[in-house]
T-cell receptor, first 114, second 113 residues
Framework: KQEVTQIPAALSVPEGENLVLNCSFTDSAIYNLQWFRQDPGKGLTSLLLIQSSQREQTSGRLNASLDKSSGRSTLYIAASQPGDSATYLC?????????????FGQGTILTVHP | DGGITQSPKYLFRKEGQNVTLSCEQNLNHDAMYWYRQDPGQGLRLIYYSQIVNDFQKGDIAEGYSVSREKKESFPLTVTSAQKNPTAFYLCATNHFRGQETQYFGPGTRLLVL
């Protein structure tokens, strides 16, 4: 059974700092990996999606990497801002016929203080 | 205005009562999903549907039921058999092609009176 773990559970940084969020998964037979952002009491917003054949994806100040063989992904946030404060979740979609059945990590709660 | 709508935003359930959460989408997506989120935990899959009139159990389907009579709608009923229903419920959709991300609704918070 796929298990997804995110470290750290919470992170507090001063504005302007570069930071890295970690995601690990136990079964490397994945179809893709996604990073989401969730604001308190809200739904999830997709940030980046990495296909299993890709090594990284970039969007603005965000960069996500994927090392499928070691079961790891990182989300790098450059020059953090208070508006980046949210919970960040990673999710993996398995390969094969388990279409769309994402397995989520527990999330990292990020606080960026001015 | 495209997207996913969930209603109500807050829902209160009395003991022994069945309640239904609504999820509607106008994205023309084939697949729809229901997740449950408990505090400090990730999302867990309750039910999913890839096409109209077909749906499959997820990891925690006990005490829940769904229907998919229309492509746009995927309502979730929390039955009295679900003994711990207090949670945040999220509906999601995506195209039936696999590569695209899932899009999420704003969620419904269910509380027990």
């Amino acid at each position: 059974k796929q298990e997804v773990t995110q470290i750290p559970a919470a992170l507090s940084v001063p504005e302007g700092e570069n930071l890295v969020l970690n995601c690990s998964f136990t079964d490397s037979a994945i179809y893709n990996l996604q990073w989401f952002r969730q604001d308190p009491g809200k739904g999830l917003t997709s940030l980046l999606l990495i296909q299993s054949s890709q090594r990284e994806q970039t969007s603005g100040r965000l960069n996500a990497s994927l090392d499928k063989s070691s079961g790891r992904s990182t989300l790098y946030i450059a020059a953090s801002q208070p508006g980046d404060s949210a919970t960040y979740l990673c999710a993996v979609r398995p390969g094969g016929t388990s279409y769309g059945k994402l397995t989520f990590g527990q999330g990292t709660i990020l606080t960026v203080h001015p | 205005d495209g997207g996913i709508t969930q209603s109500p935003k807050y829902l209160f359930r009395k003991e022994g009562q069945n309640v239904t959460l609504s999820c509607e989408q106008n994205l023309n997506h084939d697949a729809m999903y229901w997740y449950r989120q408990d505090p400090g935990q990730g999302l867990r899959l309750i039910y999913y549907s890839q096409i109209v009139n077909d749906f499959q159990k997820g990891d925690i389907a006990e005490g829940y039921s769904v229907s998919r009579e229309k492509k746009e709608s995927f309502p979730l009923t929390v039955t009295s058999a679900q003994k711990n229903p207090t949670a945040f419920y999220l509906c999601a959709t995506n195209h039936f092609r696999g590569q695209e991300t899932q899009y999420f609704g704003p969620g419904t918070r269910l509380l027990v009176l």
